[in-house]
């Protein structure tokens, strides 16, 4: 499974940001999503998840404190992440990653995922 993020770049701080994850050739419908990002100097940590099932759905409160929602648009075959009152420590390059099986549920745990992203660049003005 390739997968494609985009919506990255400059974001001023306190503003919103969208990001989309789509899939080369295949359909994310039956894949669960999962959201990580990395700062510089930093490790990846995980954002949010969607099930396969779309009805559950986990996000990482400690750093996104009810900022975040992840979403998907089956007819655009794409997974968003939707970000609100950005902040500089929100930028760093955006990941979403799919685990090998189908119809999974999903966890923020990255061993979780198999199939990665090239990542999309956040950058945030203050």
């Known amino acids: 499974l390739q997968l494609v993020e985009s919506g990255g770049g400059l974001v001023q701080a306190g503003g919103s940001l969208r990001l989309s994850c789509a899939a080369s050739?295949?359909?994310?419908?039956?894949?669960?999503i999962g959201w990580f990002r990395q700062a510089p100097g930093k490790e990846r940590e995980a954002v949010a998840c969607i099930s396969s099932a779309d009805n559950d759905r986990i996000y990482s409160e400690d750093s996104m404190k009810g900022r975040v929602t992840i979403s998907r648009d089956n007819a655009k075959n794409t997974v968003s992440l939707q970000m609100t009152n950005v902040t500089p420590e929100d930028a760093g390059v955006y990941y979403c990653?799919?685990?090998?099986?189908?119809?999974?549920?999903?966890?923020?745990?990255?061993?979780?995922?198999?199939?990665w992203g090239q990542g999309t660049q956040v950058s945030v003005s203050s």
């Open positions: 050739g295949q359909t994310l419908q039956y894949h669960a």
């Open positions: 990653a799919a685990p090998r099986e189908l119809f999974n549920l999903c966890r923020l745990w990255e061993r979780w995922y198999e199939s």
